[in-house]
């Protein structure tokens, strides 16, 4: 009896345990398939496509290990829901944009006006370039906030895009006659719809003089360089002289001019022999080695501009930046004048393009974000400010 008992509850504990294992395998099943339906593979493709996009990943992104290791750790059941393979990544970033694309059209269909802006915030701040209408529009939006109880000072909140600033100081150094010039180039600029620095810029070179020569140097090199473009014949033959391309200047921007006018002094020789080659049309453009003078203390002056612009421009620049890199030009202005001021064409210029810095740097005071950024800044904080 004691053995028939002994084997009978061996065999009752084998059918619990059996029962009991297959209810946990059953149970794991369930859970599993509950974690299965809580992935929605469309939502993690697109997430993930986002990702790729917006911080321009490579598209291999979704085969790294790393990522789907982070995935698996929040949801172990979710091995199939990253694109295998790279080469579909392309598919899915057209399809994924067409998708938006169409949603906004859809939202601008049914919108109160067919006019849209696109604006740069930056926690409440209106970030633009230095047009009068971009004040008239904060004034505007005031107007509306006041009208929901929301107090929002347009003044305070305008913050000034650098790159128009520095710009638009630029172009005052390299053209304006005087600081006469720069009012009325800014006070026709306000005035009309067109881009503003292309107006400023164009105005800037029409207060100096009515053709290229008369402004110099300059206007020298910019009618060499157009001479050399106007046949592929002649853009040939300097490029068989020079092994290298002089490129052409751009109305708008000042840095067109400060590529051409390096690589000019770099092609100094080239440039004097194929003005020999050909003096009967080059005649009244050729540079003399007062010119070539001129011209590198000219291309020393932007150098700082130059490098303030690339810092302050793209993804990773910040409003802490601005006020900085403004302080660094304005020390630049001060040594500058000091150091040519036995050059009276050149010391004439740097205080022309002073003024015209002046006029939107002193508006900083207007608003305190650019304080605050530099605060909240670990390196600069309230020391920075106290000292400048």
């Given at each position: 009896?004691?053995?028939?008992?002994?084997?009978?509850?061996?065999?009752?504990?084998?059918?619990?345990?059996?029962?009991?294992?297959?209810?946990?395998?059953?149970?794991?099943?369930?859970?599993?398939?509950?974690?299965?339906?809580?992935?929605?593979?469309?939502?993690?493709?697109e997430a993930v496509v986002r990702l790729i996009a917006l911080h321009n990943l490579?598209?291999?992104?979704?085969e790294w290990p790393a990522l789907r290791a982070l995935i698996l750790t929040v949801n172990y059941t979710a091995t199939n829901v990253l694109p295998q393979s790279h080469t579909t990544v392309p598919a899915i970033l057209k399809r994924s944009f067409l998708l938006h694309k169409d949603l906004l059209k859809r939202r601008m269909q049914v919108s109160l006006s067919k006019i849209h802006f696109t604006i740069d915030m930056w926690i409440?701040?209106?970030?633009?370039?230095?047009?009068?209408?971009?004040?008239?529009?904060?004034?505007?939006?005031?107007?509306?906030?006041?009208?929901?109880?929301?107090?929002?000072?347009?003044?305070?909140?305008r913050v000034r895009c650098n790159g128009h600033v520095v710009n638009l100081a630029v172009q005052a150094f390299l053209f304006a006659k005087n600081q006469d010039a720069v009012d009325y180039a800014v006070e026709q600029a306000n005035t009309k719809d067109d881009d503003f620095d292309e107006t400023v810029a164009s105005k800037l070179?029409?207060?100096?003089?009515?053709?290229?020569?008369?402004?110099?140097?300059l206007g020298k090199i910019h009618n060499f360089a157009a001479f050399v473009r106007s046949s592929d014949a002649l853009h040939q033959a300097f490029l068989t002289l020079a092994s290298k391309t002089l490129g052409l200047d751009n109305d708008t921007r000042w840095?067109?001019?400060?590529?051409?006018?390096?690589?000019?002094l770099e092609l100094r020789s080239a440039i004097n022999e194929f003005t020999a080659i050909h003096?009967?049309?080059?005649?009244?453009?050729?540079?003399?080695?007062?010119?070539?003078?001129?011209?590198?203390l000219t291309a020393q002056f932007p150098q700082p501009f130059h490098r303030v612009t690339k810092e302050t421009e793209g993804d990773f620049a910040t409003l802490?930046?601005?006020?900085?890199?403004?302080?660094?030009?304005?020390?630049?202005?001060?040594?500058?004048?000091?150091?040519?001021?036995?050059?009276?064409?050149l010391s004439s210029s740097i205080l022309t393009g002073w003024y015209a810095f002046g006029k939107w740097y002193n508006k900083s005071d207007e608003t305190a974000v650019y304080a605050a950024a530099l605060i909240l800044n670990p390196q600069r904080k309230m020391q920075y400010i106290k000292k400048n």
């Open positions: 009896d004691g053995a028939v008992k002994r084997k009978a509850s061996e065999s009752l504990e084998a059918i619990w345990d059996r029962v009991g294992q297959e209810k946990r395998v059953k149970q794991k099943e369930q859970k599993e398939e509950v974690l299965r339906d809580a992935v929605d593979k469309r939502t993690v493709t490579p598209h291999n992104a979704v409440g701040y209106f970030v633009g370039d230095k047009h009068t209408s971009n004040d008239k529009m904060c004034r505007c939006i005031s107007t509306a906030l006041a009208a929901k109880g929301i107090e929002w000072d347009p003044i305070h909140h070179h029409k207060a100096e003089a009515a053709g290229w020569r008369e402004i110099g140097p840095n067109s001019w400060f590529r051409l006018l390096t690589k000019a003096l009967s049309k080059l005649q009244d453009d050729a540079l003399s080695f007062d010119d070539w003078r001129f011209l590198e802490d930046m601005a006020l900085f890199t403004m302080d660094v030009l304005v020390q630049h202005f001060k040594k500058s004048q000091s150091r040519y001021a036995a050059n009276q064409a």
